[in-house]
């Protein structure tokens, strides 16, 4: 069972920076790839980060390349994700992701993943 827990979820204003941390306990970290997904009112979820177990793969949503960051710290068994630029469109709750079966790749589809946080409420204001 891996436990996974988000915080750093704000209030910013557009053009503002956010930095969301999800902490991982329950199995050894680098056993997983680890993704960001995101979900708004009425919409749903969608994927906007993933990163493999070292961390020398990423991959991004073309609504949030150039502006995010995902970085992994396997000796703290965390996860980060850095958002610049912010926009009022990426108002949302944000979840982290943990996918076993997945640890070298970087999947963009939720099916991959195993194990999710309970969400950060991230809300930007224009």
């Known amino acids: 069972q891996v436990q996974l827990v988000e915080s750093g979820g704000g209030l910013v204003q557009a053009g503002g920076s956010l930095r969301l941390s999800c902490a991982a306990s329950g199995r050894t970290f680098t056993s997983y790839a680890m993704g960001w997904f995101r979900q708004a009112p009425g919409k749903e979820r969608e994927f906007v980060a993933a990163?493999?177990?070292?961390?020398?793969?990423?991959r991004y949503a073309d609504s949030v390349k150039g502006r995010f960051t995902i970085s992994r710290d396997n000796a703290k068994n965390t996860v980060y994700l850095q958002m610049n630029i912010l926009k009022p469109e990426d108002t949302a709750v944000y979840y982290c992701a943990a996918g076993l079966n997945v640890r070298w790749l970087v999947p963009s589809s939720w099916s991959e993943y195993d194990y999710w946080g309970q969400g950060t409420q991230v809300t930007v204001s224009s």
């Open positions: 990163i493999n177990w070292s961390g020398d793969s990423t």
